[in-house]
């Protein structure tokens, strides 16, 4: 005879309710998932992280906008032979777009160097020091595992690599030029800035997955990412599948002109290749021994 | 209610392979509920290979589990709710405090108010008595602690299985004494198995012991049985006194004449000749062999008995035989 399953769960929920506990919510392939969310997002902003993380980015890119829409215009005062590389700083444009194009030039580079450091070590750690084993010993879905690493990763980058710095350059830009930078194209900008992000996260969660070491992982995003703009200089229809003029797109759409076509499939092909990479990661980790 | 018989893990012909090494090779195992069910074998065995298999950790290449009646790859997730693993080697998040650990982990089987959680969590650190030690990191933990932090984590969801991995292995003497002090506690309201190669340890808790070689399974017995010689030849032993050499050399005759007696062997000691009868036939020898003895009025008998093994013997016995196949 084996033991019933059904009266074992009325036991369970006997015991349970005796001390005002209930069985955890999740099911099937997301079951575990709010724990390990709730776990992730403090690692976030539970522990000083978030301050290293603020620090950080707002010295890289709002250190960078002060120089530009402060430095730049004292020291020309005062060094007229820096006259003409402030003035070209902006390209001619007014100077509240001026300055959030090379926002976005800034950001979207130092941002996506950011993001596959901050996750290039989620699933290798895990899996080498036997975590991941730990974790799923216990009602923890593989998918919400994989699910939960991606998403957290995804709202600290959008909080703290785009949110925090686009809201204070905005502040900077208004202070510099008086002027208010235009919201909705400057929102979609973001928008663009956190889709490239995101496809980053998305390969390198893949890569962690697929891989044993740190090495592969990070060699293969960089390569990616500064082999891409090599090769895209040689073959231009690579600029077509993958994300390597993220920041053209978000200055094509606060400038207001017709996107190219080009920059059209690109944006498309970096939406799909994130969901492509998400879902082979969650169907190569379901058969991962650990 | 009597579920002395209720089965909570089963295997058929379960066997793993990697590349070109047979790690586990058609494993058929039973475990009862409510027992302490003792999985030895030397190392590279394949006893936490088993243990991975049936927390759905690893897959199997060939076979078929259940436990609990759900099927080990299609309902892993809902025995993982019923059931408390420690690893061999336990690993947790470092920075994080004994007491988040175990939070941690609950949260997984429970929800509700946060109080009520953290009284359990409180009740479980008590149970290993890391109560004092509950709000430290665990890179700080020694081996010993990190053990009883691993047993509470396995414990925490008041589990209806407890699968250990070598729990008392990077344990001092009292340390095991306190696992298995814990296991025997436990044992009214879960089933356990476990890995182990500390055979005193088997011996003082477990009710079944299975023993695995190489991968296969080549023993799965009570472990009354085990140690009453099962498995190995059963050897009587029996301590006389004679009044003279002609007797006893009569009543050797008589016994080794008998078909079923493999082996006579004998030893003097202190006045008294002590006999080890190697049979082929238990029932025979239970019926035949005192009477053979006593047959001669001068012999006497001091001691009439089987010979129990401990379970060393028994292991070593079983795992000798298997190697010289």
Known sequence: MTVSMHSQANRDLRL???????????????????????????????????????????????????????????????????????????????????????????????????????????????????TAAWILSKPAARPAFILTKLLSNTIGALVLIVALPGLVTLGEVFLATHQLVPMAP???????????????????????????????????????????????????????????????????IMLGIPMPAMLVSQLIATAVLSIVFILVALWRFQHIEL | MDTSNSLVIETHNLSKVYKETQALLDLNLTVKEHSIFGFLGPNGAGKSTTIKILLGLIQPSGGQATIFGQDIQRGSVAIRKRA??????????????????????????????????????????????????????????????????????????????????????????????????????????????????????????????????????????PISELLAGDGCSAIYEITLKSEGEASLSSARDRVSGQPWVQNLSMAAEDGLFCWQVSVSDDTAAEDLLLRLIIEDRSLKVKHFGRKTYNLEEVFLEIIGKENSK
């Open chain 2, 84 to 221: 408390g693993y420690l690893a061999q080697e336990p690993r947790y998040y470092e920075h994080m405090t004994a007491r988040q650990i175990i939070g941690y982990t609950a949260r997984f089987f429970y929800r509700g108010p946060k109080d009520l959680i953290e009284a359990r969590v409180q009740e479980t650190l008590e149970l290993v008595g890391l109560e004092d030690k509950a709000d430290r990191p665990v890179r700080g933990f020694s081996g010993g602690e990190r053990q009883r932090l691993g047993i509470a984590q396995a414990q925490v969801n008041y589990p209806d299985l407890l699968i250990l991995d070598e729990p008392a292995a990077s344990l001092d003497p009292m340390g095991r004494h306190d696992v298995l002090e814990v296991m025997e506690k436990l044992r009214q309201y879960t089933t356990i198995f476990y890995s182990t190669h500390i055979l005193d340890d088997v011996q003082r808790v477990s009710d079944t012991v299975a023993i695995l070689n190489k991968g296969r399974l080549i023993a799965e017995a």
């Open chain 1, 186 to 252: 400057f929102l979609a900008g973001e928008g663009v800035f956190l889709l490239a992000l995101f496809f980053y996260l998305s390969l390198v969660i893949l890569l962690g997955v697929l891989f044993e070491s740190r090495g592969p992982v990070l060699g293969i995003a960089f390569g990616v990412m500064f082999g891409g703009m090599v090769i895209g200089s040689l073959i231009p229809q690579i600029n077509y599948v993958l994300p390597l003029a993220m920041d053209k797109i978000a200055q094509v």
């Open chain 1, 16 to 130: 349970s309710a005796r001390q005002g506990l209930l069985p955890a919510r999740g099911s099937g392939w997301l079951a575990g998932f709010g724990n390990m969310l709730a776990k992730e997002m403090g690692e976030w902003f539970r522990t000083r992280r978030w301050l290293w993380q603020i620090l950080i980015w707002l010295t890289i890119i709002n250190g960078f906008m002060a120089l530009l829409l402060f430095g730049l215009p004292a020291l020309a005062s005062i060094m007229p032979e820096l006259k003409p590389t402030a003035e070209a700083a902006f390209a001619g444009l007014p100077p509240e777009i001026g300055g959030v194009m090379m926002y976005f030039t800034i950001a979207v580079m130092a941002g996506t160097i950011g993001a596959i450091i901050l996750a290039q070590d989620e699933i290798i750690q895990e899996k080498q020091s036997g």
